[in-house]
């Protein structure tokens, strides 16, 4: 059993930067990829960035060039560095795992961005 837990949530003004993290414990070990999606109101949940253990990475288009996702190995540890932030980033952000042991998810952290 994997448990995430999202942190950095939070108001921000349009064009501002917030940075979330997320901590995994639990039975995570060897090769795995860790993510964040994210779900506003009335919309599907969608991928925005995921990692690989060798630190692959793959952005949807919505966000390259304004995030940067980033892992630590050692600490088991994912962070999402989000710039440029504009009103239709707003949504609950989830971090997310695929490891051998089945697909985990935290409990979402809010992030709202308006004036």
């Known amino acids: 059993q994997v448990q995430l837990v999202e942190s950095g949530g939070g108001l921000v003004q349009p064009g501002g930067s917030l940075r979330l993290s997320c901590a995994a414990s639990?039975?995570?070990?060897?090769?795995?990829?860790m993510g964040w999606y994210r779900q506003a109101p009335g919309k599907e949940r969608e991928l925005i960035a995921t990692?690989?253990?060798?630190?692959?990475?793959n952005y949807a288009d919505s966000v390259k060039g304004r995030f940067t996702i980033s892992r630590n190995n050692a600490k088991n540890t994912v962070a999402l560095q989000m710039n440029s932030l504009q009103p239709e980033d707003t949504a609950v952000y989830y971090c997310?795992?695929?490891?051998?042991?089945?697909?985990?998810w935290g409990q979402g952290t809010q992030v709202t961005v308006s004036s």
């Open positions: 990692i690989t253990t060798a630190g692959s990475i």
């Open positions: 997310n795992a695929r490891t051998i042991s089945g697909v985990y």
């Open positions: 639990g039975s995570i070990f060897g090769s795995n990829v």
